[in-house]
């Protein structure tokens, strides 16, 4: 009897989590299964963008963020993107394009994002006489279809997102970056102070802003140039060391990494449906969701709530096939791309 009225309480609540879910709701219902609002059920995400492919970022920003691991988006510039590194040396570390395909193939290996910043950074948009003036559409369409392209087959990656040049945006550019990019960056913060230079700018101020996106329970999306020299250089690379070592010591509130993967994770995260029931050793549930899977694949964290849970399996129900899941003091994390499988979750409880 008592099991049933508890199955009962649960499915319902699980009802209203997928609806909270499908609004962007935070996973923090108690009491329900629920998709949580950031890769394993962290507060606030965020991610490092640097624009236009400057060599500057590869001398002293590469190397701090994959001494502290974190994986960052590159906004590159395709039609000014040389083939070696000696070419790549020749420019200057503020010049476009100061890093060479072979590099960037190197980047994309380590884990890091390349992504579309237009094929020759020309602005796509401007305002004449106080009239906007969009870019004539078939120039507009090669600026961002000719580097998609380059990148997807230099790369061998489709780049996922897309900036404009100094973030010009209208309805009109918008609609010819999404013919090819599920996402644009259209919100971000600006590491470093109003250009040319940033040399005032520091380590704590960058701090505080993760602090308030920690704060609202929001995804922060930083956007770097020059590191030492060049537009909007700041006063050494020790700023960034620094604000890496920070985000690094929030890693389990704070979800770092490249601006395809949150974003991706938020967009199924909105659009998936999940049904579900949990028991007091047990969870069955599917997560469904409405987008292209060949473009939106990325795991989400399923929420379960259980208290002191050892032994935990998870699994698909069909073919038994297990999922990587962690346990909390009180729940259980489970992490699954979306599809129409039905997920099974076992465990037992620790003695009191
Ligand atoms: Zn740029």
Redo the contacts with the bound molecule.
Sequence with gaps: MKGYAALITTLLLATTAALHAAEGGSAQSAGAISIAKFKGDRVAGVSMTL??GLRNQDEYAVPLLNKYGIKATF?V?PGLTPETNEEAAKKKPGDHGGMSWLRLKELAAQGHEIAN?TWT?IPLTKIKDGQRIDMESAKLDAQIGQAYEAIKERIGVAPFTF?T??NGISDVVRAAGHKYHPVIREHCERFGAWPPTSKDFTAKQANAMVDRYLKKGDALVWMMHAVTEGYNAFSGPDVLEDHLKYLRSKEDVLWIDTFAHVSRYTMERDAAKLTGIVSADHAEFTLACPLDAALFHDPLTVVIPANQATKVEARYKKSGEKLPCEVRADKILVQVAPSDQTVEITWHHAQK
Excluded: M, N, R, V
């Design positions: 624009d236009d906004y510039i910043h950074h900036a040049p100094g």
